[in-house]
DNA sequence: TTGCTTTGTGCCCCCGTGAAACAAAACAGG
DNA sequence: CCTGTTTTGTTTCACGGGGGCACAAAGCAA
């Protein structure tokens, strides 16, 4: 009997490898490429001629004002007329749809409001529409489409667990409606196409290949934003989701024995401790309904930071709260370089020195150690990095680009 | 000029996987490891015939009794005449040697009993040599070396951060030391031959491949010997150390608000309320210096519990604690199967229903899902660990036996 | 101009692996 | 006992990714 393999072939192993170094920006040049991948100067031109072929890349042979010696090398670049994936982004006030192309960079872009309503294919229906009127205008091609949530998305299901402060149901079925606005859009032709990941998640892999997150093997990011406290690490480049994709909820860190009760039945936790709603009545405020709980607190620091000292008070208290949390994670998951976002992210500008000392003192190896803590870089991060993960199966297998 | 790669060649790269699922027992017959591997049976032949020219693995075509319609595969095995690593593990009361093949097969063992002196000179001296009159007694060739010690390793100085119960200095350069006994007892050539690890995590590596966590996606350990509490991930088969090989260090995770101080400057850590000293002493008892303080707590645990309400009750505060520390840990890294070590696998065989009803309570999502939480089942389980860490070069590229 | 250095390219070969046809070793049923 | 079926091992051929090498190209330095 004839034989055939289970698994297809991967065609040459080294485009995929090539393709994310010029990705990530590590490859300006060919020769750059040569050395990273660890092939030879033939090879690595195969694999930039390819890339090149496919469109998804530029190879440029016009001298580079190099000045160094010998001959000048080959300028690598993301084509930025190549194809493009579909980010989606749900969020408290709305939503929004872009475009994403390699590199992270954000070729179109168009934001939604209104309230999300309780059945998730209206918001996700309209965010592909959206979606959909920004492929039609840009004329590109699409390759691939990712979604973020503000909320857990179990793994193998692709369910939203945890909505919080969306009026979804716990367990909604995210990344199957949002195939299904997919497919009913004419955007996707494969059923498996379509990728949903949490918000903070999808943030942290986007700071790690185009922010702050930068070279880091360990990168820790945690990031507030309305409600709740959110958590991601991404080793080796890759999001470390946990067996289920619910790693990293980090919200129910007890960080104060004595605070305040927390809906998991717990009290003290980094949720409810850190949160922008925590500012606000550590201050003394009563938060108003006109716009967002993250607004108020940010323009609160803005306007009275240097102003009023219970609002330093308030700063201080959740600072203090936020590193012993950090600390926590620190001690378990060594991380060597960490990430805020959201309100957290203005916590660590204003006062930077106090969560870096709370931190060091807390973390039981860090005596010694220089830690890296940094805000995030990227706006709209949550968006690029729905968009690394849709781009994830091209930059696996760069020929796939050629097969729809 | 000529070019020559960076990288050295690699050979058949199928080898060094099908090695390590020979390794592991997951290819029992040379079918399935065509199967597993998801190559031809042409492919699956040739790399089977070449470990076996490597004197790594049998290749058996004698009748199999399989019973199932067919011609029968040939019975794929580690080679039982092999070669062997040295694998070493330091503890409170003394050291332990030992050859261990493929397969996690403990050929010899020696331990050695005494005091432990300052200079960890001294005692991976003593092992080395019990390993090297191991090595001449049995004949067999040595390809490499792995040390346990009941201590965090920094990585990349391997140098032991935390060791508590040893009279060792922290920050004592382990490996350096553990390379130089090697080097002078004549077992190593490469300077890079010698790895070094904390006992917790290599005993995690030890179950997920030859023990209880066989599988597991997401292997989580915890354990404590005789002080402290030691924790260990392994992800995808490997170990998870963080960037400086300090992840896990779970023993100030806060348990208890109100609890016992600790010498880390907090109270009611995992460290001082679970291990063996606290059982004793929530029972009641006084500690006695004649044997350890394991000892003295499982002897306990094994004559009074049913007879003492007062053990029982003290079995029960440290299971709450434990439990509770799990759940923060859960809710952090998801992982899908559980792994209790030392005096937590007493607790979990004695109340078992009790901790896994408290850790589903506490961690967050785990309502539903059906968690596996399990007592360790290798005996030595650090000392197999050690031997994996060492034999991980030549599972990685089985072609190195042959180059010394 | 003549080196020197670094990079790109064409050519040849190695070798790992798939594809296919065939052989071998069991069982099942007459 | 013979034959068909099933599963596995073996042989042969061919493809293709990538290394090795020689040479050309493109800059700087003297």
């Known amino acids: 009997m004839t034989q055939t393999r289970t698994r297809p072939d991967r065609g040459r192993s080294a485009l995929g ?8 920006g590590r490859a300006p040049t060919r020769a750059v490429l040569t050395a990273e991948l660890g092939v030879t100067r033939a090879t690595a031109g195969a694999v930039a001629a390819e890339l090149q072929g496919l469109g998804l890349i530029t190879v440029d042979s016009s001298p580079s004002t190099a000045g160094a010696q010998g001959r000048p090398s080959h300028r690598l670049a993301v084509d930025p007329t190549g ?3 579909l980010a989606a982004q749900v969020h408290t006030d709305g ?4 475009l994403v192309g390699l ?4 070729v179109a872009t168009a934001p939604g409001c209104g309230p999300v309503e309780a059945d998730p294919a209206q918001v996700l ?25 503000p909320s857990a998305v179990a793994e193998p299901e692709g369910t939203a667990l945890n909505p919080l402060h969306l009026p979804w149901a716990p367990g909604a079925p995210v990344r199957e409606v949002f195939r299904r606005c997919l497919a009913d859009a004419g955007i996707s032709a494969g059923a498996d196409d379509g990728v949903a990941a949490n918000d903070v998640n999808l943030g942290a892999l986007a700071e790690h290949r185009h922010g702050a997150g930068r070279g880091a093997r360990q990168l820790l990011c945690v990031a507030t934003g309305h409600r709740g406290v959110g958590g991601a690490l991404v080793v080796d480049g890759r999001l470390h989701s946990g067996s289920s994709g619910l790693a990293l909820e980090v919200g129910h860190l007890t960080v104060d024995p004595e605070g305040r009760p927390c809906h998991c039945g717990s009290r003290g936790c980094l949720d409810v401790e850190t949160d922008p709603l925590a500012l606000l009545e550590a201050a003394g405020r009563r938060p108003g309904p006109e716009v967002s709980l993250l607004r108020q607190a940010l323009s609160l620091l803005r306007t009275e930071y240097h102003a009023d000292p219970a609002v330093r008070a308030a700063a201080h208290r959740l600072v203090d709260r936020l590193a012993l949390g950090l600390a926590g994670l620190v001690n378990i998951l060594d991380p060597d370089r960490i990430i805020l976002g959201g309100l957290h992210r203005e916590l660590l500008r204003y006062d930077g020195d106090r969560l870096r000392e709370v931190l060091d003192a807390r973390s039981l190896w860090g005596r010694g150690k220089t830690f890296a803590v940094l805000p995030c870089s990227l706006d709209h991060n949550s968006l690029v990095g729905a968009a690394e993960l849709a781009w994830q199966p091209v930059l696996d297998d760069p020929l796939r680009v050629q097969e729809a």
């Open 103 to 106: 590199g992270g960079r954000v």
């Open 17 to 24: 490898p090539a393709l994310e170094l010029v990705h990530t």
């Open 95 to 98: 939503f929004r749809a872009a």
């Open 125 to 149: 229906g309209e965010v592909v529409a959206a979606g959909r009127r920004l492929l039609e205008e840009s004329g590109r091609r699409c390759v691939g489409a990712g979604l973020a949530v």
């Open 83 to 85: 194809p493009v994936v």
